[in-house]
T-cell receptor
Framework: DAGVIQSPRHEVTEMGQEVTLRCKPI?????LFWYRQTMMRGLELLIY????????DSGMPEDRFSAKMPNASFSTLKIQPSEPRDSAVYFC?????????????FGPGTRLTVL | DQQVKQNSPSLSVQEGRISILNCDYTNSMFDYFLWYKKYPAEGPTFLIS?????DKNEDGRFTVFLNKSAKHLSLHIVPSQPGDSAVYFC??????????FGAGTRLFVKA
């Protein structure tokens, strides 16, 4: 299995531009999570999906952020418009509800820089 | 409000000695705790976990201890190796799926 795949690995954009981050979870996993890592706040949960349905988006910082999961093998996190304070590493993770413990499998992350 | 706190941003240990990473939590409803390890330019990877009904779980060189009355858990690495140098995240969950992570502790193991 290829693991969780994220693209792009690096994104540099200018303030005000739209940014779309992509994630392909591990096949068969029914939960998908989006996290943001910053020096100040560590690893924050933004939103998670179960069977493609958003369950908890309380971590989404503001309306500029949106996430979708149109099918079991693809999810996007969009920031529109982007701001310099959005600069961070964004991780996608997935897991199966069939597992006996709570291990999540993380992708390699997308490093976003907003100038 | 940080429900999971790792108060030490970094820790430096000599190779062969014990590394102890600490984590405190505030939510008494957490029923599962995990440690993840992260190398630069990679995503976190699962290391070890413990259920709230236990107070210790061991896996090779890694042992996690849970003190529910103090709302504290720790990760012990014995003996520490240079390859253990990484960022370690403590995490906790309620009911299995929504997981709250701490800010991480960067471990340096000196050869």
């Amino acid at each position: 299995d290829a693991g969780v795949i994220q693209s792009p690995r690096h994104e540099v954009t200018e303030m005000g531009q739209e940014v779309t981050l992509r994630c392909k979870p591990i096949s068969g996993h029914d939960y998908l999570f989006w996290y943001r890592q910053t020096m100040m706040r560590g690893l924050e949960l933004l939103i998670y999906f179960n069977n493609n349905v958003p369950i908890d988006d309380s971590g989404m910082p503001e309306d500029r952020f949106s996430a979708k999961m149109p099918n079991a093998s693809f999810s996007t996190l969009k920031i529109q418009p982007s701001e310099p304070r959005d600069s961070a590493v964004y991780f996608c993770a997935s897991r199966s509800s069939g597992r006996s413990y709570n291990e999540q499998f993380f992708g390699p992350g997308t490093r976003l820089t907003v100038l | 409000d940080q429900q999971v706190k790792q108060n030490s941003p970094s820790l430096s240990v000599q190779e062969g000695r014990i590394s102890i990473l600490n984590c405190d939590y505030t939510n008494s409803m957490f029923d599962y705790f995990l440690w993840y390890k992260k190398y630069p330019a990679e995503g976190p990877t699962f290391l070890i976990s413990i259920s709230s009904i236990k107070d210790k779980n061991e896996d090779g060189r890694f042992t996690v201890f849970l003190n529910k009355s103090a709302k504290h858990l720790s990760l012990h690495i014995v003996p520490s190796q240079p390859g253990d140098s990484a960022v370690y995240f403590c995490a906790a969950s309620t009911g299995g799926f929504k997981t709250i992570f701490g800010a991480g502790t960067r471990l340096f193991v000196k050869a």
